[in-house]
């Protein structure tokens, strides 16, 4: 039989299944299933998994199309039936397959979701399903905090953990906000690096640090003072200094000049948070109303980058003016020809550049889960677009998504919980002076 973990997003579902497959010492390939896969490219996977005995992850399989789900379980029902039967050699979509009977195929699944279906009985009676429920948070984070060299390990999760327990409960249930465990993972990758740059410094400075400047780019107006609150409860009279790049902040300056920007300081500040949040996380949301100046910011950013001597690549699309096959491709049902799409071509192309120069692709447009969730095996850390085709794309180290919102309505809390958020809101009520005073200096420039 295969393996159904069940279970909400950010629960180790899929981690979990890899995690399994190291230990046995066996192949797995994650595959994020969407609504442009066929039965016969399904097949095609079986096929392949059978004869080499390796393991499947089918990531959000209950996104596939009832039809297909349908052929499906005639396909695995004959895969298992043979491997009960101790046959040697199998017959699947009249091809004779070798079969080896250490194969496994695992399907992950957040159940009640936007854009899922529900399984089929004769489907769901090939897979033992096993809950996984919410990890033991603070063990985790006492775990990587002694992995990344922290002395006080065990005082220091115990607060952080806390400090992410009573912000779920006492801040605004904005749609951005998340406290789970791949929140918490990348705040401890950064209190890591923080501790190797400055050894000297006591740790619980280090981590209050950590907390406080990569969760203010994300907290709307009126909740910071509470936040800032709980951060002083919890480590109380602590209060390191940012720490600062002066020579790159003043490259971001010239480059709000070149572009006839006012280098307001609240703009200025979100431009560096942003650039502090992609050395993190390789997918960023950049949110905030429209007018806001989110296209400002991660344009200033890449002038200012390129300005420092690393140039920056950036290819920006709208996700919204194409059809969900247009953008990630989608196989001919008749020729079974591969027809490209605008994502698939644009990540592939940039993989291919020889040089690793940051490459950025903005992805300008609403989101919504018919064509954000194809992208979940590129958010997480497998960092691989899977096609229709059964080609795999991989995002390479020093390549970065950011997705350009007005907000996360539409979104599942798998998306949320996988990118960075960077909101941009008029945070002092004088954002329009900045505006004014661009103008005007514009005005002074044709003059």
Request: charged share 25%; proline share 5%.
């Amino acid at each position: 039989m295969g393996c159904a973990p069940a279970g909400p997003a950010g629960t180790g579902k899929t981690e979990t299944t890899k995690d399994l497959s190291s230990a046995l010492a066996k192949a797995i390939y994650v595959f994020n299933c969407s609504d442009q896969m066929d039965f016969r490219g399904m097949g095609g996977i079986f096929k392949g998994l059978a004869s080499s005995g390796s393991w499947g992850c089918f990531d959000e399989f209950n996104r596939l199309l009832p039809s297909v789900l349908s052929v499906c379980s005639v396909q695995f029902k004959s895969v298992t039936d043979s491997i009960k039967l101790g046959r040697k050699k199998f017959i699947l979509q009249d091809d004779e397959i070798t079969l080896d009977p250490t194969c496994g195929v695992f399907i992950t699944m957040n159940p009640g979701y936007l854009g899922r279906a529900e399984l089929p009985e004769g489907l769901k009676a090939l897979f033992r399903p096993i809950t996984v429920v919410v990890p033991d948070l603070e063990l985790i984070c006492e775990n990587m905090l002694m992995a990344e060299g922290f002395i006080g390990a065990k005082i220091l999760a115990k607060k952080f953990t806390t400090l992410y327990a009573l912000c779920k409960d006492l801040l605004s249930k904005a749609a951005h906000y998340d406290w789970g465990l791949r929140a918490i993972k990348s705040v401890l990758v950064v209190a890591g690096k923080f501790k190797r740059a400055e050894p000297e410094l006591p740790e619980p400075d280090l981590l209050m640090r950590a907390l406080r400047d990569f969760n203010l780019p994300k907290i709307i107006a009126e909740d910071l003072q509470i936040f800032m609150d709980l951060l002083g409860d919890l480590f109380p009279g602590i209060n390191p200094p940012r720490k600062r790049d002066m020579d790159f902040e003043g490259k971001v300056v010239e480059a709000a000049k070149g572009f006839g920007l006012h280098p307001d300081e609240d703009f200025i500040l979100k431009v560096v948070q942003l650039g502090e949040l992609l050395v993190v996380r390789h997918c960023v949301f950049v949110m905030g109303p429209p007018g806001a100046g989110k296209s400002s910011t991660w344009k200033t950013l890449g002038d200012a980058k390129t300005r420092d001597g690393n140039k920056t690549i950036i290819r920006d699309l709208n996700p919204k003016v194409v059809k969900t096959d247009e953008l990630y491709g989608v196989v001919h049902m008749q020729t079974r020809e591969w027809i490209d799409g605008l994502m698939s071509s644009t990540m592939r192309t940039l993989g291919q550049i020889p040089d690793t120069n940051a490459k950025w692709i903005v992805l300008d447009g609403d989101l919504d889960a018919n064509w954000i969730e194809s992208m979940n095996s590129v958010m997480d850390d497998n960092k691989i677009l899977t096609l229709a085709s059964n080609e795999r794309i991989p995002l390479k180290a020093h390549m970065r998504l950011i997705f350009e919102i007005r907000d996360l309505r539409f979104a599942t809390p798998a998306t949320v919980s996988r990118a960075g958020i960077l909101f941009i809101s008029d945070f002092t009520g004088y954002q329009w002076k900045a505006y004014v005073k661009s103008w005007l200096n514009a005005q002074s420039y044709d003059q």
